[in-house]
């Protein structure tokens, strides 16, 4: 009995040591074995290394990625950095090692092959944007990391364009032999707008006169024109640095940006800017100084070159533009190798900052060659052409920046960048100028709104660029309730390859009776001209016209002088034209003037003589940072030779040429019919002032403020029933221009302050034009 009792016992207490075993492992209190451990103990030899569970991939290539080899002794440290180097491929979605006697047995799950990847819910981002932003591609190994990956960089994209609310999903779609289509579902949510902008620390300017500074503006019902309301991480730190350059220009040398805080609502749709500044004291001008390390060079004829004085307020700008213009001035002087700098000394006690100018030997170094890159459709010799600099000569900074400055004039270019960079030898420099092309063609559409005329249309074609070879072709057609014109023309800007410009031009001209016109009036012609540069600035053109033109259907209630010029006449003309042109942009100027004299001698032949001379003044101021003034004066005379002038030889202002007023709306009219029979003396004066709003780069929007003023009177014979008079018309208008990616946008609004009963007024105008 006493040995059953015991047997029982035994076999209780082995029962009881199983369970408890059984539940330590369970709860964890007992150390599983890892894959390293499983099928035995450490020692022993391996025969065999096999690979189960694969599809596409070759044995060799799993068992090159682990550190076991058959013939070398089971090593648990080995098969650890085994697991750790099969993952690290991303190949494989699972791993497992174990050991089977003699035998280590890797098992592989692969990940799948992409087959397809494609995006669902995307409208503001195209396919194709999205497909460059991924790094997944078909035909690549998928995980899950990757993946992730690509999600972050679509997020990324859409917050670079404003869109913080945006959400994407991966899904994936399982096809055959272990292949899956990638689909990323985006929400793009709405633009996340800036509501306000704010700033810490200024007392010199007003919250409202810094944001008009910055890029980055508050959301307005108009935001849709600039895109500046849509937040931009890049936009803040420029926004930062148009800060900083703002108060230097005002003369606040110490001026900081301390802190940018951006602030997002909890809905993800708006942010909350705040620029915290340290403003510091404001600057004047001491000393300005002028040495030279040039015995020869009298610094006193170059003087007028500092483009400020003692007693203004410091601007840092103004050091570099005098920079600039020192060094154009030593050149001009013969001295070509020179290095001007500015050393400030700043008086933080007086509140001045007096300034050094030295003019030092810059290095003696000569034009090695001239490279051009990222012309894919322009000629080489198109560019090298407006360089002022070729190969050989003595490099000039200042002849450097004219070439630029030329290059970008031709506006066949996004971007023009030019750089020097070390040549061959320590006296020799390689200029490389890289380019970024642009739509040199353009499609142009006008309209206008007259009181008398009705609806104006224009439609204009021109090719700036044709072939790559820098010539021009224009084609204009211009329809309307009074006239329609078709012509065009053709310039060779390089004729021979020589500082010598030709080109041609066909026009014809219908004009159709009217309620107020009473004639039909034809005109048919050709002309030839060319052109030439005395200098960088001064250039003198030449040309001659040949037109045929026709006068019928005349009523027989229609003016006296309309019924003068019945029937055909011929004109055959000479004309010239003398340009001096100092502004800094012939695209887009900001200084600067130009003059034209024009004139033109009929009665080569035809039956038509007189002379006609316009003359012509342009300048432009940069007013407050980039508000753009614009001021012009025009004046025009012509003169009969032994005959009177005819009609259509005459003056006709209005339209773009004076605004508020319809094309020939002033001057001498026919009191019966109200025919406009044109002057034969005329003079404009124009003020216009161009202010920027925002300053994004994908909508350049610019407000315009302009009057224009004038008069246009005199015919030959002062026969009754004319109204003429020499009083001075008086107009003013707002306009708004927009270029963007689809084209230049221009509207006007303009209506006469000062007018004559008798004129005829146009208030609204606009224009649209695109590039192809």
Known sequence: MRSGRAVGGKVRGLWMAAVAALWLGLTGLVPAPTGAQIGGEPGGIIREIRVEGIERIEPETVRSYIQLRAGEPFDPARIDDSLKALFATGLFADVSIRREGDVVVVRVVENP?????????????????????????????????????????????????????????????????????????????????????????????????????????????????????????????????????????????????????????????????TFTVEEGRRYRVGRIELTSEFPRLDTSKIREAVTFKEGDWYNAEEIDNTLSKLTDAAAALGFVFVDPRAVPRRDREKGEISVEFNIREGPRQFVERIEIRGNVRTQDRVIRREFRLIEGDAFSAAKLRRSEQRVRDLNYFKKVTVNRVPGTAPDKTVIQVDVEEKSTGSLSLGAGVSSTQGLLSQLQLIERNLLGKGQILNFTLSLGTKAQEYEIGFTEPHFLERNLSAGFDLFKTTREKTDSITFEQSRIGFGLRSGFNYNERLRQTVGYKLESKEVTDIDDDASLFVKEQEGESTTSAISQSLTYDVRDSRVDPTEGYVLRLANDLSGFGGDTRYLRTKLTGVTYHQLISDWIGRFSLEAGYVQGIGKDVRIDDRFFIGGDSFRGFATGGLGPRDEATGDALGGNQYVTASAEVGMPLGTSTTYRTRWFVFSDAGSVWGIDNDAPGVLDSTAIRLSVGLGVGVTTPFGTVRLNYAFPVLKEDFDETEAFSFRIGTSF
């Open 113 to 273: 092959i992409i087959n397809r990847i494609a995006f669902e819910g995307n409208d503001v981002v195209e396919n194709q944007t999205l497909e460059q932003e991924v790094q997944l591609r078909p035909r690549v190994v998928y995980t899950r990391t990757r993946v992730q990956n690509d999600v972050k960089r679509i997020q990324e994209l859409y917050r670079r364009q404003g869109r913080f609310a945006v959400t994407v999903e991966p899904k994936v779609i399982q096809r055959s032999q272990n292949r899956v289509d990638l689909v990323f579902e985006i929400n793009e949510g709405p633009s996340t707008v800036i509501r306000t902008i704010s700033f810490i620390g200024n007392e010199a300017f007003s919250d409202s006169r810094l944001r008009s500074v910055i890029q980055s503006a508050e959301t307005r019902w108009y935001s849709f024109l600039t895109g500046d309301d849509v937040y931009d991480p890049d936009r803040l730190n420029y926004d930062e640095e148009l800060l900083r350059r703002y108060y230097l220009e005002n003369g606040y040398a110490d001026f900081r940006v301390l802190s940018t805080a951006a602030e997002l609502s909890d809905d993800r749709e708006n942010f909350f800017i």
